[in-house]
């Protein structure tokens, strides 16, 4: 399996900054996709930006302009940096990666457990 683990999330005030981190480990895989995902309380998870192995790729309307994916493939890592928050921005925020496993040929796909981020107004 491929493990995912965020960092970086907690209490901003709003038009503060914060930067999420997630980094891959497990046995000899292939990252292709890896995603930033939110979930608000009472709300359906949404995505938020995306990046491939040649940069970023779709951002949701809400954040375009206040936020920034980019990913180190060297160190199978995405980091999402949010800028100007504000309080609809408060969320659980997810990685997700998507590849294969090189001795299998295998797709993966998997989630980080998740992190707290909240804007306070």
């Known amino acids: 399996q491929v493990r995912l683990v965020e960092s970086g999330g907690g209490l901003v005030q709003a038009g503060g900054s914060l930067r999420l981190s997630c980094v891959a480990s497990?046995?000899?895989?292939?990252?292709?996709?890896m995603a930033w995902y939110r979930q608000a309380p009472g709300k359906q998870r949404e995505l938020v930006a995306t990046?491939?192995?040649?940069?970023?790729?779709h951002y949701t309307e809400s954040v375009k302009g206040r936020f920034t994916i980019s990913r180190d493939n060297a160190k199978n890592s995405v980091y999402l940096q949010m800028n100007s928050l504000k309080p609809e921005d408060t969320a659980v925020y997810y990685c997700?990666?998507?590849?294969?496993?090189?001795?299998?040929?295998?797709?993966?796909?998997?989630w980080g457990q998740g992190i707290q981020v909240t804007v306070s107004s």
């Open positions: 990046t491939t192995t040649s940069g970023p790729g």
């Open positions: 497990g046995n000899r895989f292939h990252i292709n996709g």
């Open positions: 997700h990666a998507d590849g294969t496993f090189l001795s299998m040929s295998r797709a993966f796909h998997s």
